[in-house]
């Protein structure tokens, strides 16, 4: 299993993939990146292999350079375990190259998932090279010999229908439905709108904001609970200065994982304004604590949730889009009854013995 994430947020899903892996029979040696990933396994047979890179660099420039390095030594670890090792199963978004190559080399399978799509991205982060990067993220399309999506959505908002033949659909998300639990019943919730992930333009942190400036002049009991840290919290401060919204915006920064539950189950709802997604994991987690989400129609949101059932589903992620969905969400009479069906289409579809049958069958039908 092989992944390089740059943020602690992937943690979770990555953690999730190698006990699904574990739980649907094999042995799992990881290769990953990031320092603060917790340790994979919990016996001798399931390793983890670190490799860094020089991911704070300024230069986008050397930043490509250094992902460049890193998958050299992916590839060297790759031929050091290649004995032991069935097939490769790739967890990221930009395409890995080099150690594709080495796999072709070596006469392996490799399935990669995609989390998120690096064409997306690109319209939202700028990127040196970035017309190079995506040439390259095609090549790795054709090179690998399984794409797993989140949902048969993605084939086209993705842009990957030429390589349809490759394409498998299956998820790594696990909720665990004990500790993420409803703690709060819906109808003692006081009047809290939560958001939780990255600052970041392409999640609608931005927009999600000028909505709340307007929504406050008409619901001034609404509070509204942001969760996060990224590169748009400069922005994020001084509009809640110049809007005077210290009282009516709180922002607690990143929460750790272990205190997320309590969080979620202050809140009457939890607004994902994202432009691009895979399967966001606080959606998820939220449903599960009995917490009705409004989110954007994009990636596989609409497999999970059923617009007006078991939550909502954002008409358009504009500032005017947020503030109609908002304020019709919450004057939802319904809202108890969605609360209720969240909660069970978690525990329906997303327990690990699930998951894990799925992944199962994604792996054994590749020779």
């Known amino acids: 299993m092989i992944s390089f994430p ?3 947020a992937f943690s979770t899903p990555l953690r999730n993939l190698e006990r699904t892996l574990r739980l649907a029979g094999f042995t799992v040696t990881g290769i990953v990146g990031y320092e603060e990933m917790p340790e994979l396994g919990d016996s001798a047979n399931n390793l983890r292999y670190l490799i860094q890179y020089n991911r704070w660099t300024r230069s986008q420039v050397l930043h490509q350079v250094s992902f460049l390095m890193l998958q050299f030594r992916i590839g060297l ?33 490799t399935v990669w998932m995609l989390p998120s799509s690096m064409e997306r991205m690109t319209q939202y982060q700028q990127y040196a090279l970035s017309g190079l990067i995506l040439r390259l993220q095609h090549i790795c399309y054709s090179l690998t010999n399984v794409l797993v999506l989140y949902s048969a959505d993605l084939i086209d908002e993705w842009g990957l229908r030429a390589y349809q033949g490759k394409i498998r659909i299956a998820h790594e998300h696990i909720v665990d439905t004990t500790r993420f639990s409803v703690e709060v019943p819906f109808s003692l919730r006081g009047p809290v709108i939560g958001f939780v992930g990255r600052f970041s333009e392409e999640k609608g942190i931005l927009s999600l904001l000028e909505a709340i400036g307007e929504v406050h002049l008409k619901r001034d009991d609404l509070r509204f609970l942001l969760i996060g840290d990224g590169p748009c919290i400069g922005a994020v401060r001084a509009y809640i200065g110049e809007h005077h919204l210290e009282n009516t915006v709180s922002l607690p920064g990143w929460v750790d994982s272990v205190d997320l539950p309590q969080y979620l189950n202050q809140m009457a709802l939890l607004v994902l304004p994202s432009a691009t997604e895979g399967l966001p994991n606080v959606m998820l987690e939220a449903m599960a604590c009995g917490t009705p989400v409004l989110a954007s129609s994009v990636g596989a949101i609409p497999a999970v949730i059923n617009d007006g059932l078991n939550g909502y589903l954002l008409k358009e992620i504009s500032a005017t889009g947020i503030i109609a969905g908002l304020l019709s969400a919450l004057s939802d009479p319904a809202r108890g009854e969605i609360a209720v069906a969240a909660r069970t289409s978690i525990e329906e579809s997303f327990s690990i013995e699930r998951t894990a049958a799925g992944m199962k069958d994604l792996l054994s039908t590749i020779d």
Not at 87 to 109: D, S, W, Y
């Open 77 to 109: 670890r790759m031929l050091l375990l290649s004995r032991e090792t069935d097939r490769f199963f790739f967890f990221m978004q930009t395409g890995p190259i080099i150690p594709l190559i080495v796999a072709r080399l070596l006469g392996k399978k």
């Open 6 to 8: 740059v943020i602690k």
